[in-house]
């Protein structure tokens, strides 16, 4: 089975510094990896997704992720974080069996990114 | 990109009546869709996954009869809660996956939070 887990309830980043959020995975099989963004009262906006090829993945609103297979390892990255950035955050792993477009969704990572 | 609306936003109802959530894919067909339950400041939950002209298939512990899960057509899925009680009270989300994206993000919908008094 496959789980995904985000190690940090909660990540506080002054504005203008660089901000991450981990994630690492646990999947038989090459893992689909997806971040994810919520905002209050609101669905999920994908930000970006990893399925093969180049390791630094690069997404919306200037965020990036790299995958790193030995550490089973997916943290999303933005280089310079601003106070808009402050939301819940999702990482989420597929499997690349056939098991549907199902995802497994880690716990949340909540960033708050102050002036 | 690919829009998922959900409807109500947000529904305040009496215990013991039913409420039903829709959820539409606007520009893409959806074979599949999900969903979800979230609790305050929690994670998602998935509920069920509902294919179209299919019944869904629901998670464990998740009441069929409780949540009930239409797919009729590749654009609509809803979810009833029959006889609600306080403690359905939830964010619910659907999201949405098309039959070539199996490598594709899901789209989300924005959510309904049910509040049942």
């Known amino acids: 089975a496959q789980s995904v887990a985000q190690p940090e309830d909660q990540v506080n980043v002054a504005e203008g510094n660089p901000l991450t959020v981990k994630c690492t995975y646990s999947?038989?099989?090459?893992?689909?990896l997806f971040w994810y963004v919520q905002y209050p009262n609101r669905g999920l906006q994908f930000l970006l997704k990893?399925?093969?090829?180049?390791?630094l993945v690069k997404g919306s609103y200037g965020f990036e992720a790299e995958f790193n297979k030995s550490q089973t390892s997916f943290h999303l990255k933005k280089p310079s974080a601003l106070v808009s950035d402050s939301a819940l955050y999702f990482c989420?792993?597929?499997?690349?069996?056939?098991?549907?477009?199902?995802?497994?969704f880690g716990g949340g990572t909540r960033v708050l990114v102050k002036p | 990109g690919a829009v998922v609306s959900q409807h109500p936003s947000w529904v305040i109802c009496k215990s013991g009546t039913s409420v039903k959530i829709e959820c539409r894919s606007l520009?893409?067909?959806?074979?599949?869709m999900f969903w979800y339950r979230q609790f305050p400041k929690q994670s998602l939950m998935l509920m069920a996954t509902?294919?179209?002209?299919?019944?869904?298939?629901?998670e464990q512990g998740v009441e069929k009869d409780k949540f009930l899960i239409n797919h009729a057509s590749l654009t609509l899925s809803t979810l009833t809660v029959t006889s609600a009680h306080p403690e359905d009270s939830s964010f619910y989300i659907c999201?949405?996956?098309?039959?070539?994206?199996?490598?594709?993000?899901?789209?989300f919908g924005n959510g309904t939070r049910l509040t049942v008094t």
């Open positions: 989420a792993v597929r499997p690349d069996q056939a098991a549907g477009n199902k995802l497994t």
């Open positions: 999201s949405a996956g098309s039959r070539t994206g199996y490598n594709s993000p899901l789209h």
């Open positions: 990893y399925i093969t090829g180049d390791n």
């Open positions: 509902s294919n179209e002209g299919s019944k869904a298939t629901y």
């Open positions: 999947v038989s099989g090459n893992p689909y």
């Open positions: 520009d893409f067909q959806a074979t599949t």
